[in-house]
Structures are given as C-alpha cells and as structure tokens.
C-alpha cells in the first residue's frame, strides 16, 4: 500500500478513526444540553466552510476536526430522544456499531461476488422480515435507500407485471400505445406515492381519489368499479394519525380483478407486529407487495428501506439490466432487487439490529414508542391542549384553541430548542404534529417537551395579546 500521500497512508485511517471516536463521544455527550434544532447563530458559523474548492490537499485530521467543530454546529440532535418531527427515527447503538464495522469493508452490493457476507444477510433478513410481518413464505425483499424508493420499486414490480399479463413488455416499448392502467390511492397517501406515479410515467393527474374516514382510514367501499387493471395503493401508518388502512378488506375489493396491491407501510409497517393491533393488521399478507423504512420505527441508522414483494419474480424482472462485464452467480445479485446497481450494504446493521432485537425486543421497541406517543397526550391533555387523533400508535396530534395559536406555538417550540415538532393540517385544523420515533424516548424528555410545550403556548399567548 503506498504510504507517501499527504492525504493519505495506512496510518491516517487508524488515528482518523480514532479521532473520529472521541468526536463521537464529545457529541453524543452533548445531546442532553444541545439544542435540538440549532440556533441561528449556530447556522450562520457553516459559513466558516465556503471557501472556493481548495487548490492544495489539508491535513485530514484537521478536516475531520473542522467538521466536528463546525459541521456539528449545524445538526439537529435527532438522536437527543426530544426530536418529534416527521417521522424520524432515532438509532440503536447496534445499528451504529455494525454500521461503522460495515463502512470499514466498503461492501459494493450489486453482485454477490462483490460481497458474499452482504448477499447472504440481505437473504437474511429477507427471511427474518417475512416471519416477523407473517407473509407469504416466497416473498422478496430488496434493500433501498427508503420507502420512496420501496414504493417505486413495488409500484414498478406491479406496473410491469400487470402489463405483462395483458402481454405488454413495457420495459421494452414503454408505455406509448399501452393499455390504460388506473392508480387508486387513500385521500392520506404520502407525498411519495405521487413522486413514484410521477416517476413511473403514469402522471399524477391519472390518481384516483379513494376518501377516507375520521382517522384517515381508505373507506374500502369506496374503491371504484376496476373495470380496467389498478395499482391500489394502502397505507399502514397515516401520516398524520398513525391511523392503519384495513388493508384486508381493501384486498378483498380488489380480488379477482388483475389489480396490484401495494402498501406504504413505511413506519406503520411494524403495527403488524404487535399483537395489541393483530385486529388492525389483519390481512396484510393479502397485498401483493409492501414498503417499509428500517430508519424510522425501528431505529437502524439511515438511510434504511425495504420493499417486499409476493411474487419474487416481478421484482426482479422490473430491474433486469445486463451488460458483457456483469457477472451473475447462483446466489443474490443484490442489483436484480433494486433500481440501483452500486449501493451500500444496508442488511449488514439491519441484520445486526434484528438479531439483537429479537421478535420481543422488535415488539417491545415499537410498544414503548406506542407507549411514549400516549404519555405524551396524556400529559399534554391535562395542561389543556387538545389531542386531535385516536393515538393507536406513535403518531400524536394536537391544537390549541384555535389555529393562530397552535400556528405561533409550534414556531415557538420550533425556535426554543428543547423538543422539535411540525405542524400539518388535520380534519381542517392547524395541529402540531407529533411523532415518537426514538428508542431514547424516555419520561424525562416527555416531560421536558411538555413544559415547552406549555411555556411556548404561554409565548404565544402573550404575543397574540399584545398585538390585539
Ligand atoms: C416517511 C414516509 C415515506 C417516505 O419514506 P422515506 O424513507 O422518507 O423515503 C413514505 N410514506 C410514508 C407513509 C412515510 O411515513
């Protein structure tokens, strides 16, 4: 190995790792006093890094020392246990761990030759993911970067094979002179839903609207006539309640038609583990294929998706690519799965973090996270806020008394530093929306959100007032 580089010898990655590890701790031991989403000031100090790209190579330790001064500057401290916003996930210290050991082998996953530990865990926790969600025993899986990416690989998995059942290659002539196909979503479908029919050229002004009840549930009996084959998009886990689609019923419509059934269950996925909410998940194994995030409910660093697909065949025939140089084996070929062909060994942490869950510890993760999201109503509810979802799983909404003032307390909890939220409408309200995503999620860091949750509401009372 040439050893004469300033940037870089076979000692540089040791110590650099090292410092990197002591970086770490410095900023894993702040998470208690940082804010959670950074100051202004704080913001402002990444200017430090504009600089025109640098003519001469600089010592890596003092780069690495660079970005752990002022790159941290700008983090939000997802990881704190008192981040609520979207739907993020904090992350196990088994899921960093093996993510750090992963990233020393620098796996390339295409092909099975480019890492056989790779293609034997992603069979793994192919198998692993079945038997923990109860699906069909064939059922593929491919490792994404997210559920935006899972829905487009189960959409275009179903887009194909239904046009190959009307005898219509469309990997090969595309979709000029195709047959119609319809695409039918819940009035609560993720933004991703609409990027993957955009992505997919079936346009998003073709979206059949299915309406949904007060929980932001798809009413089944409102799935239109399919005259004409479907993509039927469900969704387990509303994005604002948490609310799961009767996923079973939605199957039962479909049966029988050449339709595709395809659920986003990017974090509610996991409600399926649970047997408190077995009614709820009832009949999910009837769907043809399934999103779900490993970065959200179970916590796996990111970035971390999964698409799981009944017909294995499907899957791997929406991604066939083939070139002289390739090379298959009778193992995974990790790119069949997948629209990528280069791509980052994900199993590796999600096996490492399945195998230290466990089916129990998988069950007692998303319970305690059930379990925060209903403390935290609970506690808001008696200081007067109102609780605008039925908190069924880790989603909590909630309002003041009118709009202006749920809109000015979420700025304030915003720019207060203590927890993280945003807002979002709900049933015509402007609501604060909660999201409890982290193992670290404890009564402390509910409590202390609570209370800015009040002294923020206390802020922007005051304000209101004095601008009347
Ligand atoms: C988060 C989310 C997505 C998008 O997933 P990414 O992992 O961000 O790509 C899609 N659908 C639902 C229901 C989600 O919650």
């Known amino acids: 190995m040439k050893d004469d580089f300033t940037w870089a010898s076979r000692n540089t990655l ?3 790792l090292d410092q990197a590890r002591q ?15 950074p100051s202004d000031e704080s913001i402002q100090r990444l200017r430090e890094l504009d600089v025109p790209v640098p003519e001469k190579p600089s010592d890596p330790h003092e780069v690495l020392e660079q970005l752990h001064r002022v790159g941290s500057l700008g983090t939000i401290a997802q990881t704190s246990g008192r981040y609520f916003g979207f739907v993020n996930g904090g992350m196990l ?4 761990a093996a993510r750090w050991l992963a990233d020393a082998w620098d796996q390339n996953t295409a092909h099975y030759v480019m890492s056989p530990t790779n293609a034997h865990l992603e069979d793994i926790c192919e198998r692993w993911l079945v038997e923990l969600f109860d699906f069909p025993k064939d059922t593929a899986a491919g490792f994404v970067t997210g559920t935006t990416l899972a829905n487009f690989s189960g959409l275009c998995a179903g887009r194909n094979e239904i046009f190959r059942r009307l005898g219509w290659d469309v990997a090969q002539k595309g979709l000029y002179g195709a047959p119609r196909l319809r695409i039918i979503v819940g009035a609560g479908a993720h933004a991703a839903v609409y990027k993957s029919a955009s992505m997919l050229g079936l346009g998003t002004d073709q979206i059949e ?3 949904q009840d007060q929980h932001g549930r798809m009413r089944p009996n409102q799935i239109p006539t399919l005259d004409e084959p479907a993509l039927v998009v469900a969704q387990a886990g509303n994005v604002n309640s948490g609310a799961i689609d009767p996923v079973g019923e939605i199957c039962d419509r479909v049966a029988g038609t050449d339709s595709w059934v395809h659920v986003d269950g990017a974090f509610g996925l996991w409600a399926r583990v649970l047997p408190r909410l077995a009614d709820a998940c009832d009949g999910f194994e009837k769907a043809d294929s399934w999103s779900v995030d490993a970065h959200k409910t179970l916590n796996v660093p990111y970035d971390s998706g999964v698409i ?11 991604f066939r690519a083939s070139a002289s140089y390739f090379q298959w084996s009778d193992h995974r070929d990790a790119m069949n799965y997948t629209p990528s062909m280069s791509k980052r060994a994900r199993a590796i942490e999600l096996w490492a973090v399945l195998k ?5 510890g998988v069950i007692e993760l998303v319970e305690h996270l059930c379990d925060q999201a209903r403390q935290f109503a609970e506690k808001l509810a008696t200081k007067g806020f109102q609780i605008c979802n039925d908190v069924m799983f880790n989603q909590v909404l909630v309002a003041c008394d009118d709009d202006m003032l749920t809109q000015r307390t979420v700025e304030r909890i915003q720019t207060d530093g203590q927890c993280w939220c945003g807002g979002s409408k709900w049933d015509g309200r402007t609501v604060i929306r909660i999201s409890v995503c982290d193992w670290a999620t404890s009564e402390t860091e509910i409590d202390r959100s609570v209370a800015a949750f009040v002294a923020a509401r206390d802020s922007a009372r005051r304000e209101l007032a004095q601008a009347n």
């Open 14 to 16: 040791s110590s650099l």
């Open 23 to 37: 970086c770490t701790d410095e900023y894993l031991a702040s998470l208690t006093t940082r804010r959670v989403y």
């Open 93 to 96: 210290p088994i899921g960093l």
């Open 209 to 211: 609207i299915v309406p």
């Open 308 to 318: 799981l697909c009944k017909h294995r065949s499907a899957l791997q025939e929406a």
């Open 356 to 360: 230290t869950l466990g089916r129990q």
